[in-house]
């Protein structure tokens, strides 16, 4: 078959093989590339890797879904691109991002010299639907909200880059040494870790929320806001309430969330959270405590609960710290 013929097949196989969201795996050594792409499927969730290397042509492969779904896309290594040639979406090395499609006709373009690593996590409405309702559901995040009335958004053009939590999740669920049901269920737990940490990335992004200006706020109200951080990081392990702190530091609550948030990049909650958290990941290293005194001693009546948090923050389990 001439290099056109070959070309022309792999692009048709390797779309079909994305569209289909069916179990599948093509490998090909060509004398214009190298290309691995898989898909594999389990219950309510599927995992898209590509890794794909061109070496003097440049290739356009058509794909498409008609199922409504989340999509969490993390670039490995080079640049991903989708759609238009001359205006695609870009996903840089090292980022991630986070959509909701109800349907989409795509393309995944590769230039003649072009380097892609990435993997695709698409999530069904029966795997995140439970998780939005019991955990993420906040005055605050919108985003879930947006999710649950399924109103598409994309944020490829709006990545990030990856952190140390979500590094830590995609190595674990990269290396998952587990097969069968024990595989789906450890794939499963992490997927959910990761899917939290996306929305607490994305939901300034995706709701359009006004990235909030540090002169906006009064000299006095940025004193007191930094005292109720001085506070937070002194009593983090017996904090007062948001009304008390209210009260105490003459701000009302709208103030207190909406503008420690300016200052400090989180919520007055989430800070305390991760103040708590990075006080156990001290005590898992430098003493002989168990995991439930840990969790206790920080304010979890439960080892479990104290476990999914602290894998969502840190991207592993306390044991693996001890």
């Excluded at 587990?178 to 789906?184: D, L, P, S, V």
């Excluded at 870790?193 to 109200?221: K, R, Y």
Aim: glycine content about 4%; aromatic content about 12%; charged content about 25%.
């Amino acid at each position: 078959m001439k290099r056109t013929g070959v070309k022309a097949d792999l692009q048709h196989t390797l779309g079909k093989l994305l569209t289909n969201g069916e179990d599948g795996e093509l490998s090909r050594r060509l004398d214009f590339g190298n290309f691995h792409c898989s898909v594999e499927t389990f219950d309510h969730f599927t995992i898209v890797k590509r890794n794909f290397e061109t070496a003097g042509d440049s290739l356009h492969i058509p794909f498409s879904s008609h199922d409504s779904c989340v999509q969490m896309i993390f670039s490995l290594d080079g640049w991903s691109f989708f759609n238009k040639v001359a205006d695609p979406f870009r996903l840089a090395p090292a980022s991630h991002c986070l959509n909701f499609f109800h349907r989409y006709d795509c393309t995944n373009l590769l230039d003649d010299h072009a380097r892609q690593h990435d993997i695709t996590f698409r999530l069904s409405k029966g795997f995140y639907s439970d998780l939005i309702a019991q955990h993420l559901s906040s005055a605050e995040d919108h985003l879930p909200e947006m999710i649950v009335q399924e109103k598409e958004f994309n944020t490829i053009n709006q990545h990030i880059p990856v952190d140390d939590a979500v590094t830590g999740i995609l190595r674990n669920i990269l290396d998952c040494p587990f097969q069968g049901e024990m595989k789906r269920a450890f794939i499963r737990e992490h997927l959910r870790a990761l899917f939290t940490l996306q929305l607490f990335h994305f939901n300034s992004i995706v709701t359009g929320e006004p990235a909030a200006v540090e002169t906006t706020i009064s000299t006095v109200d940025h004193e007191k806001l930094h005292g109720v951080k001085e506070y937070i990081d002194r009593h983090f392990l017996n904090p007062a309430s948001l009304e008390s702190l209210s009260r105490d530091f003459g701000l009302n609550e709208f103030k207190l969330k909406q503008g420690f948030k300016t200052l400090f990049d989180t919520s007055p909650i989430r800070y305390l959270q991760h103040k708590r958290l990075s006080f156990a990941l001290t005590m898992l290293r430098d003493t002989d405590k168990s995991i439930k005194e840990i969790a206790h001693e920080i304010g979890y009546n439960h080892a479990a609960n104290f476990t999914n948090a602290f894998v969502k923050v840190f991207g592993n389990p306390p044991q693996y710290f001890r």
